[in-house]
């Protein structure tokens, strides 16, 4: 089939490379416009489209799909379906009219659960047992279109978005590749999304990334758990230099009790409103590398009963 493909992140690359390698024909890849990044805020491109121009497709990075111009741009592609994943604009209705079968969404989520923008963080930071990928089909609403196809996940115990986000890339690109060979067939099939559990994934604030010790020592955890390994989870302190900020990468909920904010033991264990957690993976600002729990309370030289913050 004709594919027109719409992504921007290294999430999204695995499908690119999963239908071209299955032989689909890339009419067109959209994606975003490369961003100034690195310390020489040069140009770079999206991974997506780094991955485009290996394959040899044409690549378009539209600032807006909206406008006549762009729906004739895109009917130009004679497109039997467009797949969009983690694209980053919005497509209008005239868009979406255009190819064929429509346009096929790959969601990082159990719609209607998690709709939006942050649907793996948020699933790691609210504690949730699963999560999955679905393809779905695209309407005008955000995200409630009905869904063709699901693939689930167990979110274990301690893992990050990063890793969450890494297990569900091959999962929804074998689902994308599965449901073009159900259109090809005339058999891929929707059901509309309950009405009950709807849940938005807003996008992560940095002031939502601020760890809150009062809070139980599971949700902390769940919290820094969710927004590692980007943005980071982190907290605030003077270690005798002036005001640093500590980016949390990993902690578990251990048992522990004292007041919220200070530092339990040598093992970098703090406590929380209820319980503790344990820092398992810290980085400081401006010193490289991360550190244990351990390896940070002895560089900070901070004394167990003290406050971390």
Known sequence: MRVVFMG???????????LAADGHAIAAV???????????MAL???PV????ESLGAPVLTPTSLKGAEAAETFAGHAADVAVVVAYGLLLPQAILDLPRHGCLNLHGSLLPRWRGAAPIQRAVMAGDAESGVGIMRMEAGLDTGPVALEARIPITPGM???????????????????????VERDALAFTPQAPEGVVYAHKITN??????????????????QGLSPFPGAFFEADFGKGTERVKVLSAEAVPGSGTPGTLLDTEGTIACGEAAVRLCAVRRAGKGGVSSGAEFVRGTHRTPGTPLA
Do not use: C
């Open 8 to 18: 921007t992140p290294d999430f999204a690359v695995p499908t690119l490379a999963r």
């Open 30 to 40: 959209y994606t975003r416009a490369p961003a100034k990044a690195g310390r020489g």
């Open 44 to 46: 770079k491109p999206s």
């Open 49 to 52: 489209q780094a991955m485009a």
């Open 160 to 182: 990050t978005a990063g890793q969450l986000h890494d297990a569900l890339m091959p999962l929804g690109a074998d689902l994308m590749a599965r449901a073009l060979r159900d």
């Open 207 to 224: 002031d939502e990334a601020r760890i809150d010790w009062t809070r139980p020592a599971h949700a902390v955890a769940n919290h820094v």
